[in-house]
């Protein structure tokens, strides 16, 4: 998997191309954890190429979540495919990782 | 048994870029089970792709030889089948577990609690110096 990051302002964007499984999910908490590092604590991450996650990715993304949090800012997630969208609620990761339709849509309200 | 669409094979030390070899094996047979829906091929390779993870990240090799996982695939009208082969692992304990999921903010833990939400089927067994899973999924389950 490979991610590009942007910084939009408000947020910074990154977005994942591949698959999240037990290959790429060390690489995305390495790349959050640097952007976190670098003050950037209000994270997105665009979903829209991911096209697969499996339990090893759902753990990375909770261990940025909690990092994000930590730092006193948020890890959200938009453009979830069918599959990524399917494993959430298969596991109620829905919960705690509401999807938003757009990158710009996640930390729209605040 | 029910019509024949298509099979698939992976077979290599029991390391990361197997999974990744396994999900490049189903990217190339799924054209030819188009009839199958997403939702059934979706479930049924994140099962399998769970259990060799499962296999890369706790399996144990019996000493003096090389962890190796074998997957093979059979994709049928009527039936998904899976059997992945730990290849010189030391015998398993009792893993299937309950089916239960860790509450949402756990980090670990998922995986064979999804796979049995995945699949119709899943059993392990021992078999000549090596622990077999096998799994199937009737297309159509919930």
Redesign the interface.
């Known amino acids: 998997m490979n991610f590009e990051i942007v910084d939009r302002g408000g947020y910074t964007a990154l977005a994942g191309t591949g698959?999240l499984?037990?290959?790429s999910a060390p690489k995305l908490r390495d790349v959050v954890t640097e952007a976190i590092g670098q003050g950037h604590n209000r994270l997105v991450l665009d979903m829209a190429g991911t096209e697969?996650i499996?339990?090893?990715g759902?753990?990375?993304l909770?261990?940025c979540l909690?990092a994000a949090r930590q730092a006193g800012g948020d890890l959200r997630i938009a453009n979830v495919g069918?599959?990524v969208q399917?494993?959430l609620k298969?596991?109620?990761?829905d919960?705690?990782?509401t999807p938003y339709a757009s990158v710009d849509e996640a930390f729209g309200d605040d | 048994m029910t019509e024949f669409l298509a099979a698939g094979m992976v077979h290599g030390p029991a390391q990361p870029n197997v999974v990744d070899a396994l999900q490049d094996e189903f990217a190339r047979i799924w054209p030819r089970a188009s009839e199958i829906r997403p939702e059934d091929r979706m479930q049924f390779e994140l099962a399998v792709v769970e259990i060799a993870s499962n296999v890369v990240q706790h399996a144990h090799a019996t000493e003096g030889t090389v962890l190796e996982l074998a997957v093979e695939l059979e994709i049928r009208r009527h039936i998904l089948l899976a059997r992945l082969y730990e290849i010189n692992a030391e015998p398993l304990p009792e893993v299937l577990g309950d089916g239960q999921l860790p509450p949402p903010e756990a980090e670990h833990g998922r995986g064979l609690g999804m796979v049995r939400q995945l699949v119709t089927t899943v059993t392990c067994r021992r078999q000549h110096g090596s622990n077999v899973w096998t799994l199937s999924r009737t297309p159509g389950a919930p």
Request: charged letters at 15%; hydrophobic letters at 50%.
């Open positions: 698959r499984n037990m290959v697969f499996d339990s090893s759902l753990g990375a909770v261990g909690k069918s599959q399917m494993v298969l596991t109620s990761m919960r705690i990782l």
